[in-house]
């Protein structure tokens, strides 16, 4: 699928800000909980500027999302009440966060236990 085909039709925040609904013109429709979210933020302060630099954040299991900015017409900034808000999520990320979902969430949480963190207390690493 070309970045061109995912185009999103609706996002909605749910659960009190606990998740994000996100629906794509190509019938894709995926509820990101906002602790999934947080963790993989697409932004420099968590992803640094190499996959070697890239932080393991924990204690984020109640984060919720408090806002939702459009980023020109390719994507969204999310603001979440610990305050972070300098990730810049594509609709082609957001995509690839709902397809691989289950799977990368699972990895995060063997990524918490390798590194002696949990989803309860803040620290990253």
């Known amino acids: 699928m070309a970045d061109t085909d ?6 909605r925040l749910m659960d009190e800000g606990r998740k994000l609904r996100v629906s794509f013109e ?3 429709s995926f509820d990101l909980s ?17 996959p070697e630099e890239r932080k393991t954040v924990g204690g984020k299991r109640n984060v919720a999302i408090i806002g939702v900015a459009p980023v ?12 972070h808000n300098t990730g810049i999520y594509t609709w082609p990320y957001l995509h690839e966060l709902g ?3 289950e799977t990368d969430f699972n990895a ?8 002696g963190l949990n989803r309860d207390s803040p620290g990253e690493r």
């Not at 995912?6 to 996002?11: A, L, T, V």
Request: net charge negative; no cysteine; aromatic share 8%.
């Open 72 to 83: 020109g017409h390719y994507a969204v900034r999310l603001d979440f009440d610990d305050l």
């Open 34 to 50: 906002a602790e999934h979210l947080r963790v993989r933020s697409p932004s420099a302060e968590v992803q640094g500027h190499s």
């Open 6 to 11: 995912i185009w999103p039709s609706e996002i």
């Open 108 to 115: 995060y949480l063997g990524e918490l236990a390798e590194k």
């Open 99 to 101: 397809v691989g979902g």
């Open 26 to 28: 190509n019938g894709a």
